[in-house]
């Protein structure tokens, strides 16, 4: 049986500091979000044009970043009981604009705290993570390190 002290911190993170690891862990959060949003994996609604077109999201994500989202899933609204947000101003090209500058801007956030997060030990792992999942900002302040 494993006690507390058996626990290796350094082998659960590839011997990576826990700092460096939850920075990591955030953008690879914000990566996946976007692209399982993309893929309709896990949704919990679905956005509705006025061109008929439809997106899926997270009320999480939306609500988060909309105090109108945020009202509306709170309440007894048809938009909570169904899942389905029908916004008639606004057309499919418009909407998936917005959508994907909402997803970016949490990506933008996870990279500028792993940039915040950067020392002279971790820069070399951080410009080949950011390399690898094309992070400009991370991988240019990494390089400068």
């Known amino acids: 049986m494993l006690k507390r ?12 500091t826990v700092n460096e690891a939850t ?3 955030h953008t ?3 990566s996946n979000l976007a692209n399982m949003r993309t893929a309709e ?3 919990d609604c679905t956005l509705l044009t006025n061109d008929g077109k439809e997106f899926p999201a997270y009320r999480i994500v939306l609500a ?20 389905r947000c029908e916004i008639k101003d606004i057309n499919s090209d418009t909407l998936g604009i917005v959508l994907d500058f909402v997803y970016q801007c949490l990506r933008d956030l996870c ?8 020392t ?5 792992d951080m410009l080949v993570f950011a390399k ?7 991988k240019t302040k990494a390089a400068c390190r």
């Open 28 to 30: 690879s959060f914000c």
């Open 5 to 16: 002290n058996d626990w290796n911190i350094d082998l659960m993170f590839h011997t990576t």
């Open 64 to 83: 988060a970043q909309s105090d109108v989202f945020s009202a509306m899933f709170q309440h007894d609204t048809l938009e909570k009981k169904t899942g």
């Open 23 to 25: 920075t990591r862990s």
């Open 120 to 124: 002279v030990e971790n820069a070399l």
């Open 111 to 118: 990279e500028k705290a792993m940039a915040a997060s950067l």
């Open 41 to 43: 994996v896990l949704t």
């Open 132 to 138: 690898n999942r094309q992070l400009v900002f991370l």
